[in-house]
């Protein structure tokens, strides 16, 4: 790995942007805060890897990993972040992108479909620094990007991750750090470390005896017949449905167990990645998640009088749904990665789960109806947990942990005129929260609403619009050695699709109003629209905001667009 200054590499990377600009490349993006670095801090980028991903499907990218040693001591830093930059051009897919170092998943992200001609570009910052303990040591460092070349697919993914480590003063002192992390992943050293379930993933778990506190934290999405899992149907209703549409009803739950006991639940935010349903309205901006997948919070210090008794114990997840045996499709990618603190003496950590109120599934209701060729169902589930625990540890401190979860979730689906019209209405909301002697370290309040509509706009399915309305707001303290932050997204899109033999053509308006805060001051606010490829309006501002705001020259309207569509229910589009 190559060590470059930091500042050379900012105006290289600038210069670089604006020649793309130039030629009109498109530019894609994820409506995100800029991670909440010190600015003025000394830093030090390396490059962690270059590749190029064409046939890659089985074939990640493995490299060595050195921390620098330029930037204060190894594991210092006031902060770390990853700098993930792509090009491509042509005809592909989206393909999702696995990030995993020490063989704990660090970053879940997928790629924007490329264009012909200039093609595309996209950058995004993402800050790590809730695993320093991983960069301050070496280590395998792995992204796997399966990628397909064949006939009517082309498109090559060009990609080069650099890290950027921020240096410790006395004005921005060491990032506080977990002792330890423990991946509850695959353990492969030549993949992406994350798991594909059904079935149940277990792995047996040694924790030291000396911990004193264990934060877990789930990743999770839905792929192949569950992408679109908040479409799919209850399986009563499948018969009164054109054949081919997808079972197991659209309730999912992610469940985190400890020696099969339910010890924390997800119920996950609804990524669409840019291929979903209609391509050419996720292009240049992306929707929310895309390229940033959200991860989930469950705090594990109730058990820790039983983790560490010396015992390996068993560590399981799996998704679940309302129906009766509670299965699901294939597939969805899990996996986890414990933080770990440990007390100062050896001594053995104490105590006793003084009550433990968790159902090993959500209570869930289904109900609908059938008439004049329409189909309307609703499903809904409450979910409550309620975990104490008290741990002494071998310096004799004393901690009383209340670990609660009270989550909602309905989902109204419209399948109406022979299921020419599509409707999803879909609710998650909840909070979680847990308190060490009184004191919250784990908050996370959220609501993340989504409506879907799909009409055809003619009954051969070749023609198709589609409108989005979709939120993302969470109050999220997610470990206690992060500043807790606030997000609030709204995203609303719609656009057309129509397949022809000579081309496929769309088009997609998006709109964004995001803002993001945090404990610690810093504020983010964007107001941005896109129509047929253009922006239209940008406005950003908070502490957090650029100097100016990238510049994109006008780009044509959609023709004889390329790109590659999926659709949700099993349907598969004419002459794809």
């Known amino acids: 790995m190559q060590v470059k200054d930091s500042i050379s590499f900012f105006f290289l990377a600038v210069l670089y942007l604006v020649g793309l600009s130039n030629a009109t490349v498109l530019v894609d993006f994820q409506v995100a805060q800029p991670p909440p670095v010190p600015k003025d801090a000394k830093q030090c980028t390396i490059q962690i890897l270059q590749r190029d991903f064409a046939f890659s499907f089985g074939l990640a990218e493995v490299v060595q990993f050195e ?3 330029d930037c ?20 592909q897919f989206d393909r999702l992108g696995i990030f995993t170092f020490q063989n704990v998943e660090i970053w879940r992200t997928s790629t924007p479909e490329p264009t012909r001609g200039d093609g595309i570009i996209w950058t995004y910052i993402k800050d790590v620094t809730r695993y320093t303990p991983l960069f301050a040591k070496p280590g395998t460092f792995i992204l796997q990007l399966d990628n397909l070349i064949e006939t009517g697919l082309d498109g090559i993914y060009s990609t080069v991750l650099h890290a950027t480590f921020f240096a410790s003063s006395p004005q921005h002192p060491p990032a506080q750090k977990a002792d330890l992390i423990v991946p509850i992943s695959s353990l492969l050293n030549n993949t992406g470390n994350d798991v594909s379930v059904p079935p149940t993933f277990s792995l047996n778990v040694t924790l030291p005896r000396n911990s004193v506190k264990v934060f877990a934290e789930l990743y999770a999405s839905g792929n192949g017949n569950e992408e679109f899992w908040y479409f799919n149907t209850a399986n009563e209703f499948i018969p009164d449905l054109p054949s081919g549409f997808l079972g197991q009803g659209p309730f999912r739950e992610v469940r985190l167990m400890v020696d099969g006991k339910v010890a924390g639940v997800a119920y996950p935010y609804a990524t669409i990645f840019t291929g979903g349903i209609i391509p050419t309205v996720w292009r240049p901006i992306t929707s929310y998640g895309a390229l940033d997948l959200p991860t989930y919070f469950v705090d594990l210090t109730p058990f820790v009088p039983i983790l560490t008794d010396g015992q390996p114990h068993a560590i399981s997840l799996d998704v679940t749904s309302a129906e009766d ?10 996996s986890a990665a414990l933080q770990v603190f440990v007390d100062t003496s050896s001594k053995p950590t104490t105590g006793k789960m003084t009550l433990y109120s968790a159902d090993p599934f959500s209570q869930t209701t289904t109900t609908g109806t059938v008439g004049n060729g329409d189909v309307n169902v609703t499903v809904s589930a409450t979910r409550k947990i309620h975990i104490e625990s008290t741990i002494i540890s071998g310096s004799g401190k004393v901690n009383h942990v209340v670990f609660t979860q009270d989550l909602q979730y309905n989902n109204v689906q419209n399948f109406l005129d022979n299921a020419q019209i599509q409707n999803v209405l879909q609710t998650a909301s909840g909070k979680v929260l847990s308190a060490h002697n009184g004191v919250n370290v784990v908050v996370d309040q959220f609501s993340y609403p989504l409506g879907i509509n799909i009409t055809n706009l003619d009954p051969s399915g070749n023609s198709f619009k589609s409108t989005f309305d979709h939120s993302y707001n969470r109050d999220l303290l997610p470990l206690p050695t992060v500043p807790r932050s606030n997000i609030e997204e709204r995203q609303t899109a719609s656009g057309f699709f129509f397949i022809a033999p000579t081309g496929n053509t769309g088009n997609g308006t998006n709109s964004n109003v995001f803002s993001y805060s945090d404990a610690v001051g810093n504020t983010f606010s964007r107001v941005v629209d896109a129509v047929l490829n253009n922006i239209t309006f940008d406005k950003q501002s908070g502490s957090l905001a650029p100097i100016s705001s990238p510049h994109q020259f006008p780009l044509p309207p959609f023709t004889g667009f390329a790109g590659k569509a999926r659709l949700p229910n099993g349907r598969v589009v004419p002459g794809e």
């Open 67 to 69: 921390p620098p040693t």
């Open 72 to 91: 204060g001591p190894v594991g210092s830093w006031a902060a770390v972040t990853l700098n993930f930059t792509v090009t491509s051009n042509g005809t």
């Open 325 to 334: 045996d509670h299965t699901i499709l294939q597939n969805w990618f899990l």
